[in-house]
């Protein structure tokens, strides 16, 4: 999707955007640069806990299975993440 920027520096998010970050009338957004390019990141907005739910969970999906733990299990992974705790002085 391409947009022109006017003379006054704007650009119009296309609809399929807006709808998919929930940005709506009012809603902030903020442009990071990147190595790439831009993003645009919509700040944080109130919306209700349904759709804050609704959201999270389309965000699990799309992220199921990306994670190659390469056999271990959930306890071994935690501690390869955390690295040797030997030397804890734990009292």
Request: proline share 3%; aromatic share 4%.
């Amino acid at each position: 999707m391409t947009t022109r920027v006017t003379t006054k520096g704007q650009v119009t998010i296309p609809e399929e955007i807006r709808d998919r970050l929930g940005i709506g009338p009012g809603s902030e957004v903020e442009f990071l640069a990147t190595e790439d390019g831009v993003r645009v990141v919509a700040v944080s907005e109130n919306i209700s806990e349904e759709e804050a739910s609704r959201r999270f969970s389309r965000l699990l999906d799309h992220m199921a299975g990306t994670l190659d733990l390469g056999g271990m299990t959930t306890d071994e992974y935690t501690e390869w993440l955390r690295g040797p705790r030997e030397n804890l002085d734990i009292d």
